[in-house]
């Protein structure tokens, strides 16, 4: 069954270091999410994707964020500089969005922000 | 501002029986629904959805039930086993008739223990 993949499971990193976060979504999907959940809290939007270009995102996604498909499988989402309360998993997520909007998530990746 | 509100942290049930997640939501533009289960260490995995033009859904053990004039839904599962302890969210999305990609807005999750 096809799955949504990310790279790393877990990313240390020093406050003010860029991470990128990557992410493989469902070979024939056509929109792509980022989500992110502090420990503790809920599952937040961050950003959505759709034919190579941001079609929304929440308050949470400013400057320091950005998303690109630099190829036809990969998803990144990039911090610029990161701060302790970026500390959370990221899931990536997909869908088709022809009959309703279930997304697909992947495992998540853990970033600490030191 | 929680658009979306599960009110039961968590909810212990008996194997066999039936498990009755509850969901509430305050946004009317919201029409479309989900239900994802989540095991540590994972990512949610979708269950099951339903669209506000149906008022029920069903999948095998699982039953989705909205209720728009109430703004609730509710997941039964049916019979309740072992492998369904974990944390359940609700999740909702406006139709975006412009087209494009709406991002889902989640409840906090309500904890299912299934008690052997």
């Known amino acids: 069954e096809p799955e949504v993949t990310q790279t790393p499971s877990h990313q240390v990193t020093q406050m003010g270091q860029e991470v990128i976060l990557r992410c493989v979504p469902i070979?024939?999907?056509?929109?792509f999410y980022w989500y992110r959940q502090i420990l503790g809290q809920k599952v937040e939007f961050l950003v959505s994707?759709?034919?190579?270009?941001?079609?929304?995102k929440s308050e949470i996604f400013d400057d320091q964020f950005s998303v690109e498909r630099p190829d036809g499988s990969n998803f990144t989402l990039k911090i610029r500089s990161t701060k302790l309360e970026d500390s959370a998993m990221y899931f990536c997520?997909?869908?088709?969005?022809?009959?309703?909007?279930?997304?697909?998530f992947g495992p998540g990746t853990r970033l600490t922000v030191l | 501002d929680q658009q979306v509100k599960q009110n039961s942290p968590s909810l212990s049930v008996q194997e066999g029986r039936i498990s009755i997640l509850n969901c509430d939501y305050t946004?009317?533009?919201?029409?479309?629904f989900l239900w994802y289960k989540k095991y540590p260490a994972e990512g949610p995995t979708f269950l099951i959805s339903i669209s506000s033009i149906k008022d029920k859904n069903e999948d095998g053990r699982f039953t989705v039930f909205l209720n728009k004039s109430a703004k609730h839904l509710s997941l039964h599962i049916v019979p309740s086993q072992p492998g369904d302890s974990a944390v359940y969210f609700c999740?909702?999305?406006?139709?975006?008739?412009?087209?494009?990609?709406?991002?889902?807005?989640f409840g906090k999750g309500t904890h299912l223990i299934i008690q052997p």
């Open positions: 994707f759709y034919n190579n270009e941001i079609s929304e």
């Open positions: 946004n009317s533009m919201f029409d479309y």
């Open positions: 070979s024939n999907h056509l929109y």
């Open positions: 997520a997909s869908t088709l969005q022809t009959t309703g909007n279930e997304q697909f």
């Open positions: 999740a909702a999305s406006e139709q975006y008739s412009g087209g494009g990609a709406d991002g889902l807005t």
